[in-house]
C-alpha cells in the first residue's frame, strides 16, 4: 500500500519563494552590472544558476513523497529518486512522539518540508523525508541507516509495517526524554530565534527602501545588487548558524549576528546611495 506524507504548504511555499528570490537575484545581477563587467556578472550569474538548478531538485521531492510498504519492503520516493529497504533489513520501528530535537547536516528545511542528513538527540543520524515531522514522525532503524518518515496515516502504516516485519512498534515520546539527553533545541532558544528575526527584519527594511525610493532617484544600479548580496548572505548564514548550532549555540548566535551587522552596512549604503548620490 502506498501512504502519503501529511498534507502541507510546503511545497507552495518553496515554489513562490524559490521564483521570487532567484528570479530577482538573476534580474538584480544583469541590471547592475553592465557589458563591462562581464567577467564580474559571469562570476555571480553562474553560481546562481547552479543553485537554482539545485534548489529546483530539492522543491521536487516536496511536491513528490511517499512510502509504500509491501511484502517485500518498504520504497520511500522522493523526487526522482526511490529508496528500497527490504523488510529483513529493517531492525526496528519506532513512533517518535512529540518534536525531536534535530539538527542538518547535509539536509534542507521549511515550513511543511524536511529533507537530508540530520543528527538527533537520543536517536542518533538519520535521513528526514518528511512533511510535518514537528509533531512526530516514524523511525525506521534499519542495516541500511535510519529513516524518518511522516506518513499522513500514522497508525494505518504502523500498523501494515509492523505487520509486515514480525516486530512490535516502540515509542519514544520527546516530551518525558531526560533534558541532559535531548539537549538544547534550536527551536526553544529564544535568542536564536530573535537573531534570525533580526536578519530577516533587516532583509525586510532592505527590500522596502529599495523598492519604494530606488526608482527616478538617481542612485546608481549597483545599490540593487546589495539586495541580491544581502539574500545570499542570509541564506548562507542562516543555514551554517542551523549546523553550528549542535557544537556550539553562541557561535551560531555570532554567525548571524555577522550577518546582521552586514546587512545594516547595506542599509546604511543604500540610503547613502539613493539620497546623497
Known sequence: MVYKPKKSIGGLLGLVVGIIVF?????????????????????????TYIFAIGYAY????????????????????????KRRIPLSAIDEVVDIKGRANLFPFLATAWKGYMFGLYSGRGIGSLKMY??????????????????????????????????KVGKGVQTIDMDTMDPEVYGKAIHKDEHFALFMRLNQIFLAILAILIGAFFPGSGAPPMIVLLMVLALALYAFNAGNA?????????GADITLLIALMVNGIFIILTVVGIWFV
Open 23 to 47: 528570479g530577482f537575484a538573476i534580474w538584480g545581477i544583469n541590471f547592475s552590472l553592465e557589458e563591462s563587467d562581464r567577467v564580474l556578472k559571469l562570476m555571480l550569474l553562474v553560481p
Open 58 to 81: 530539492l522543491l521536487l521531492g516536496a511536491f513528490i513523497m511517499s512510502y509504500r510498504v509491501d511484502d517485500s519492503g518498504v520504497t520511500i520516493k522522493w523526487g526522482i529518486h
Open 130 to 163: 518528511a512533511t510535518q515531522p514537528e509533531d512526530g514522525f516514524v523511525l525506521l532503524k534499519t542495516k541500511q541507516g535510519q529513516f524518518g518518515v511522516n506518513p499522513a496515516d500514522e497508525e494505518g502504516f504502523l500498523k501494515d509495517l509492523a505487520g
Open 242 to 250: 542551523k549546523r553550528l548550532y549542535q557544537f556550539s549555540p553562541s
